[in-house]
Every structure is written in C-alpha cells, then in structure tokens.
C-alpha cells in the first residue's frame, strides 16, 4: 500500500488521475474521506486474506507494500502492526523489507515491504492492520488499512482469489516519484482471471496502382481479470500503482486446477469495464489484458 500526496479525486471514477498535491492520504483517497472512517464500498469490512507457507515462494507467502513521503525533512513517520486493534509493534527490519528515509533514490520516502510470514512467527495468526503515524509541523496524522487476514495457505482458502505483483519505478505526477528505484507491489483479491479471445492485428501497405501488400500479422494472448466492486483504496492502487507498473504480474487460485496461471507478465490494457463473469457474479470490474510472451509476429520481410 503506498500512501502519498495526491488529489481529492473520487476514486470510483473509472477515468483515475492523480494531480495537484494536497495533503498526506492513503493510496488515492481523499483526507477528508479517510478522516471520516469508513469511505465507499464497505472500507471498514474490507478483509485481504495475507497467506502464509513456508515464507519462501511468493505463489503462497504474501507480502504487502506499505510506503510514504515527507513533506518536509523533520517529519517523522512510524508504521505500527495491529492485531484485533491492539499495537504490537512498530515495523521493522523484523517484520520485511524495511526502507528508511535515504534508502530509496527519494530520500524522503520512508516505507517497509510487510512480510506477512515474518509477521505470523512473532505475533501468530489472525487480522492485523497497518497503522501509519506522520508528523508534520506539529500536526498529526493517522492512517489506518484495511484489515489482513493472516492464515496457512491452502488451496481451499486461497481459491478463487488473484494476486497481483509489480515492479515500480520512475515517476507517476506528484502522486509519487521513486526515481530509478524499484519497489516491489503485491496485492490480492477475490476475483477471476481468464484467457479471452485472441487478438489479431494485421498490417498493409498499398501501392501506387492500388494493390495492397501485408507487411505484417500479428496474434496476441488477451486475459481477463474479472473482480467485484472494489474498496476506494484497493481500486486507486490497482490503477494508480499496478497497473502503471513497468512489470506486471498475475496468479490466480482455483481449486478445479483449470486455466490456472502463475507469475504470468501481462501488460494492462487500459481503463475497467462493466461485466459478469459465472465465477464472480455481477457488478464486476473487467480489466483486460495482453500476454507479453505469447505475441506472434509474421513479418514478410525479417531482419
């Protein structure tokens, strides 16, 4: 999760920008909507399952991203790890990948990549929240996640859930400048994910006396993500984080063993659509996908 300035945009909008600085609020969604508590679509009840195994292969160890910039250099900011509401600790090295301010190319970013399996050996499983803490020119502000649900991974439990991963760098307006550094992303949701029609893509050129010539033929692996309404927070850092992502990666979790793919590299087609998929129900987002591997090229002439 990655919180940061950005505007006070409503993040059900499917056309998602982030401009303008504003203050310090969580992935997207607006100071005053994360002040007032719950915001959108059952925030408060939003539960991500955060699944554990061996805290080796990342199909069943889950981690989550959680960073955050100054605004001015004697800011202070803290990530505390809730269980059932109660602090247990403030995150460390202990608890992920830790990031202090100067770790990054931005030295003002501050952030930690939870490691929900390093997380279960010390505080055992169950539902946890991140609580941020910032300080700015006496001002304090506080942060609170959704919850997490910290459980042993089995195909039962991780069923028809997708896991999105990505690799970020670079610069994304005001909403968050990494620099040449790159984070690792992860998050997972109920959802299906599925192979769509082919796409085919064909190029001509005509001559002079109207013939046409192909130059070049192209077939494309197209998939589907097909997810219900989703949470302000989850729905903003899909958009605003995944899906703008230099490398992006999907595995989905079905207990039938069929159209089952696991780090699959993809590349984000663009805005969601309205859709219904048997899996999933009604009212769900669509987000369409290429295959980056499977693209067949026929071209008349080769290089």
């Known amino acids: 999760m990655i919180k940061?300035?950005?505007?006070?945009?409503?993040?059900?909008?499917?056309?998602?920008?982030?401009?303008?600085?504003?203050?310090?609020?969580?992935?997207?969604?607006?100071?005053?909507?994360?002040?007032?508590?719950?915001?959108?679509?059952?925030?408060?009840?939003?539960?991500?399952k955060a699944l554990v195994s061996d805290g080796v292969d990342n199909f069943n160890n889950d981690k989550t991203m959680f960073l955050l910039s100054r605004v001015f250099g004697t800011d202070t900011i803290v990530f505390e790890i809730h269980k059932n509401g109660v602090k247990v600790a403030d995150a460390t090295a202990a608890h992920g990948t830790f990031y202090d301010f100067g770790s990054l190319a931005n030295p003002d970013l501050k952030g930690i990549l939870i490691d929900w399996y390093k997380v279960k050996n010390l505080f055992g499983y169950g539902k946890y929240n991140i609580v941020t803490k910032h300080t700015s020119l006496g001002e304090d502000i506080e942060i609170e996640s959704h919850c997490f649900q910290v459980a042993e991974y089995s195909e039962c439990i991780a069923d028809g859930t997708v896991k999105i991963e990505s690799n970020l760098s670079g610069c994304i307006n005001e909403y968050l400048d990494l620099g040449n550094s790159i984070i690792y992303q992860s998050t997972r949701i109920r959802g299906a994910f599925v192979e769509d029609l082919p796409?085919?893509?064909?190029?001509?050129?005509?001559?002079?006396?109207?013939?046409k010539h192909n130059v070049k033929a192209t077939f494309s692996k197209k998939y589907k993500l097909i997810t219900r309404l989703l949470i302000p927070e989850v729905f903003d850092y899909l958009h605003l984080n995944h899906f703008l992502a230099n490398a992006i990666y999907i595995t989905n979790y079905n207990t039938r063993k069929v159209g089952t793919f696991i780090d699959l590299p993809v590349a984000f087609e663009g805005v969601p659509r309205y859709g219904t998929h048997k899996d999933v129900g009604a009212n769900n987002y669509v987000y369409e996908f290429t295959d980056k591997n499977e693209k067949y090229t026929k071209q008349n002439s080769c290089c």
């Open 4 to 48: 940061t300035q950005v505007a006070n945009s409503d993040s059900m909008d499917l056309n998602v920008s982030a401009t303008a600085a504003l203050s310090c609020t969580f992935k997207g969604v607006s100071p005053a909507r994360v002040l007032a508590g719950c915001f959108g679509l059952s925030q408060c009840g939003h539960v991500e």
């Open 199 to 211: 796409e085919f893509e064909k190029t001509d050129y005509q001559k002079a006396n109207g013939e």
